[in-house]
Structure formats: C-alpha cells, structure tokens
C-alpha cells in the first residue's frame, strides 16, 4: 500500500534589503577574524586601496615654515632656472605629458581590475592577487572602456546642459521683451533647468549604485561582458522592482553611516601611523640640528622634500585603509548578499560558521 508523499516544504521566502544587513555584518566579521590574520588583511587592504573602495580622508596640512631664513623669495634662484629650462625643452614636457596621461590610463585600468580582484577576495574569502588577475584582467578591461565611455558622455552631456542653461537667458536678454518679463522667464528656465541638473545627478547616481553593487557581480559570478551583464540586471530589476527599490532608498543611510564609520577608522588609522612618521621627523631634525646643518631650498632638498612627503602620504593613506577595511568589506557582502537572496544562482555568499564552543 502506498501512502501519499507529503508536499515538500515551502522555499524560504527572500530576505529584503534591510534583513540583509545583519548577515552581511556576520560575514564580514567571520571574513576578517575567525581566524585572524595579519597578513590577509594588509594584502586585502592593499587591494581595497588599489581598487578605490575606500573613500577620501582629509588630513591636516602642515603650516610649518620650509624656508631657510623664513621668506619665500629663497625659492626665487631655484625656480628662474627651472623657468628656462621648461622654455627650451618644450618638446620633451610635451612627450612627459603624454607619458603622463598614459600612465593615468594606466592606473585607472588596474584600479578597474582589482575592483574585481576585491569582488574575488570577498566573494571567495580568499586574497590570492595574481590569480585574480589572471581570471579578470579581461572583465577589468571592459569596465575600463564603460568608465571612458561614460566620462566622455557625461562631458557631452553637461556640456549640453550647460549651453542649454546659458543660451535662454542670452536671448532674453538681448531680445527685445521687457525687463520684467525677461526675469520672469529667467526665473523659470533657472528652476527647470535645475530640476533637469537634479534629475541627471539622480540617475548618474542610480546608474553608479547599480554598476558597482549588481553589475559588476553579475559579470564576475556568469561570466559576462558589461553589456550583458546590465542587461540581466535590468531585468532581475523588473522582476522584483519593489524589492530594488527598497534597497536604494537603504543605500542612502548605510552609506552615511559607513562613510562615518569609515572615517573615524581611517582618522584613527592615520593618528597612529603619524607616530613613527613624526618620530623619525624628529630624529631627523635633531640630527641636523646637532650637526649644524643649515635647511636651504636647493634642486636636492626639493626633491627630497617632495619624495619624502609622497612616502609619508602614501604610508598614511594605506594605514588608513587598513584601519576602515571592515567598511568596503561589509559594502560588497551586503550587496552579494543582497543580490542572491534575489536570484539563488547569484548566491556566492555562505553563513560563517559558528565559532568553537556555541
């Protein structure tokens, strides 16, 4: 005798944008700590750094006096022959900037490159760079040609918008209408055209969410180019337009609150790796002190000046990324997360397992 089957259980309904905060915080945290190590987060913070995905932290300018007897005018003899030289040597300032913009280029083609490499790291709870070069130098060279693409775009359209916002106002004005309607107009076409600015500051802003939170995934997890890639975010969109939406409007205080968070970290990051830099200032300046080394604006002290201010700068920013890294981690698992609670095949993202002993 055979006995029916029971029904199998229902599917677990989809978490929404806000219950997926919670799981991508715990992922975060097990990513990073369980177990520590050292050596993971600096790599991984290196490439959060290479990637971009750590926000700007504004540091205090020094207001010491540089000069040697405390005027300006000492750089004067320094700066007369550089002059000059510039003047005679304009084909190869040319060629210095051409080398210049390529290797902008250059730059921005990396950067594009380890955001991959970051998605990899996190997706996978793994930093193994150059393997992640290998699999994404091609998917870091298509978004690279969408971020040129769209710059030269957007150039276009302000400049559009732009000519758009002068030219009613210069016809006004020099037609032969009144001077009250004139204003009038001019009022009118002001606030339609910043209507029109808000509006296209919206949408850069929707289509910069999107790329970088479901895009760019759905091309590392299918395989895919940019624009296959938008077309399947579009529609995974249509299908669960409600659910999307919800985690726009999420967005916005998530990312204040990150960005806070992030930085307080990195301020606190860059307030201890200030220590050793300011240590080794004052050994340095007692050094020369006790030598009696007088400080003079030279071609040599430029340099070092500038050399040893770029090294300062960039042992400062990276300590500061190292401190908010918990930041740019939770943003990519909660978007992950996100993502494949709205489709199962986009699911990279596992539960951490529970710590010994719960």
């Known amino acids: 005798m055979t006995y029916p089957q029971p029904p199998p259980p229902p599917e677990p309904r989809p978490l ?9 915080l715990r992922y975060m945290w097990a990513m990073l700590t369980r177990p ?15 990637a971009g995905m750590v926000g700007n ?20 003899p320094y700066l007369a022959p550089l002059a000059q030289w510039a003047s005679e040597n304009v084909g190869l300032l040319v060629g210095l900037g051409v ?3 390529l290797l902008t280029l250059a730059g921005v083609y990396l950067a594009a490159v380890f955001r991959f490499i970051f998605l990899d790291s996190v997706a996978r709870n793994r930093v193994a760079m150059k393997r992640a070069f290998a699999e994404n130098w091609d998917r870091g060279l298509s978004l690279f040609l969408w971020n040129i ?104 205080p998530v990312a204040i609150a990150a960005n806070l968070a992030a930085g307080l970290l990195g301020l606190a990051g860059i307030v201890v790796a200030a220590i050793p830099v300011g ?17 003079a604006w030279t071609q040599v002290t430029i340099f070092l000046a500038v050399f040893c201010g770029g090294v300062a700068l960039v042992w400062l920013v ?15 698992a909660w978007a992950l997360w996100f993502l494949g609670e709205r489709d199962r095949r986009l699911a990279v993202l596992r539960p951490p397992a529970p710590a010994p002993g719960m």
């Open 279 to 295: 240590i080794i200032a004052l050994i340095v300046y007692l050094v020369g002190t006790a030598a009696h080394v007088a400080w």
């Open 318 to 332: 990276y300590a500061a990324t190292c401190a908010s890294l918990p930041v740019p981690v939770f943003r990519q």
């Open 99 to 101: 080398l210049l913009l």
């Open 16 to 24: 929404d944008a806000a219950q997926t905060i919670a799981p991508a």
């Open 57 to 76: 932290f504004s540091m205090p300018s020094g207001g010491g006096d540089w000069s040697g007897d405390g005027n300006a005018e000492d750089l004067g």
């Open 149 to 252: 693409g769209m710059t030269f775009a957007m150039i276009i359209v302000i400049c559009l918008a732009l000519a758009l916002t002068i030219l009613p106002f210069v016809g006004l004005w020099n037609g032969g209408v009144s001077t009250g309607l004139a204003i009038g107009l001019s009022i009118l076409l002001g606030l339609f055209f910043l209507l029109l600015w808000l509006l296209l500051i919206l949408a850069l802003a929707v289509i910069s969410v999107a790329l970088a939170d479901f895009v760019l995934p759905v091309m590392y997890l299918e395989d895919l180019g940019i624009w296959a890639a938008w077309g399947r975010t579009i529609a995974l969109i249509r299908r669960q337009l409600g659910a999307f939406a919800l985690y726009f409007l999420l967005k916005v």
């Open 36 to 50: 520590f190590s050292l050596r993971k987060w600096l790599a991984l913070s290196l490439v959060a750094l290479l």
